[in-house]
């Protein structure tokens, strides 16, 4: 079967399932909690079935000499089928995460089997003892906060220039989880991951070591509702002050790519992608330090990134430089929120990106951000806009307006 069509299969099979369900069987959730879900007869497997889109408009100018140069578009920036539940028990949950837009299937290549790219994620979670969780399969590493929050629940139209430099997204791994108590409310938890290094959907071997990532975060407070922690904007106007301080420390080893597990192969002596590629390898090490405060209706979220290599250098077996380097650097992100009313907030956005000018030929960026959300139910339904001004060094300025609409069942 060509796997191009693999979303529309998927969403066939979900379509016949709803229509052979007996209606007095089918049970209906509450608009953004799902499109149906499933629950066995002997209650030993659920599944919920989620829908999501975002459309997206956006208008470019540069900056420089007036308003020049300008470009627009309209597209559709996300668009997700999501499976989840337990099976055989509810201590064996799972998700599956398909997307089905070009933007989510992009990067096909040698190494995924030259197919597009629909899983985004797929990946069982066993809570085999305790509050000691452990997860199998392809899903976001325990990195940087941004990233691992949710595109659906986003206090702005997109994330910042730091995840987009620094993060190391998705790949296929294990992770231990576990979460313990210091008091009443001091909340500790811990996440140590092993995954093979190269990015989502790689399928043909590892091209180095394997990436090594932990991460431990604080909640000095207590947790917050509803995994707050994780979702753009004060929605639940948190009664008493929250607060969650993470640092995580990722480690790949030998990695072949320009930002560790993502960007683009190094290759070398004159190869390039198929059987016979050869590839550039060095230790790259990533570091990140952030923290979520919320407290009625505010919101702030703080993010540092940090990114070593052994030899950023890429260079041929003969010592001549390749010209591709490792992207050293580090970036940092500042972002706020305050909800004027139950359904409309304001936010701002600051974004450096300090990347070494001597390897990377880069000179340093700021981003300035300014937000507006209509939340007509949640982040389920909303409507946000922002505008931003980029100061991108020796290059051309630019001013960037965009507007979207979310919607997911």
């Excluded at 004060?234 to 597990?261: C, H, M, Q, V, W």
């Excluded at 990106?353 to 340093?364: P, Y």
Aim: net charge positive.
């Amino acid at each position: 079967m060509n796997l191009s069509k693999l979303p529309f299969v998927v969403t066939l099979i979900c379509i016949s399932t709803f229509l052979s369900i007996n209606a007095q069987e089918f049970n209906a959730p509450k608009f953004g909690k799902g499109l149906f879900n499933l629950v066995g007869k002997d209650s030993t497997w659920t599944m919920k079935v989620g829908l999501r889109f975002q459309s997206l408009a956006t208008s470019q100018w540069d900056v420089n000499n007036g308003l020049s140069n300008p470009e627009s578009s309209m597209l559709i920036r996300r668009s997700r089928l999501k499976f989840d539940g337990y099976a055989f028990s509810p201590k064996l949950k799972y998700k599956v995460e398909l997307g089905l837009t070009n933007r989510d299937q992009s990067g096909a290549s040698y190494y995924t089997h030259n197919s597009s790219r629909q899983i985004l994620d797929a990946v069982l979670k066993w809570n085999f003892s305790g509050n000691f969780v452990l997860w199998f399969g392809q899903t976001k590493l325990p990195g940087n906060r941004e990233r691992v929050i949710s595109s659906a629940n986003l206090q702005q139209v997109d994330r910042s220039l730091l995840n987009s430099r620094f993060t190391i997204d998705r790949d296929m791994g294990i992770q231990l989880r576990h979460k313990f108590k210091l008091s009443e409310t001091f909340v500790v938890k811990e996440i140590f991951s092993i995954a093979q290094g190269e990015g989502r959907n790689v399928t043909r071997g590892n091209q180095g070591g394997h990436q090594f990532t932990t991460r431990v975060e604080l909640f000095p407070f207590g947790e917050f509702a509803s995994k707050g922690d994780y979702k753009g904007s004060d929605l639940k106007f948190e009664k008493n002050p929250k607060l969650s301080l993470g640092i995580a420390y990722d480690f790949n080893n030998n990695a072949s790519k320009t930002r560790s597990n993502q960007g683009a192969y190094m290759y070398i002596n004159g190869t390039s992608e198929g059987s016979g590629a050869e590839f550039y390898q060095t230790n790259i090490s990533t570091l990140f330090i952030d923290a979520m405060y919320k407290h009625k209706g505010f919101s702030f979220m703080a993010e540092y990134a940090k990114r070593n290599a052994d030899d950023p250098y890429a260079k041929n077996s003969d010592g001549t430089l390749t010209g591709d380097e490792v992207q050293v650097g580090n970036g940092l992100n500042l972002q706020t929120g305050y909800l004027l009313s139950k359904t409309v907030e304001l936010s701002g956005r600051y974004t450096n990106i300090s990347l070494d000018k001597t390897i990377t030929g880069k000179a340093a960026e700021n981003q300035y951000t300014l937000g507006l959300s209509k939340y007509i139910a949640g982040h389920s339904l909303k409507v946000q806009t922002d505008l931003s001004y980029t100061d991108i060094g020796l290059k051309t300025n630019q001013l960037l307006y965009r507007l979207q609409v979310d919607i997911h069942f």
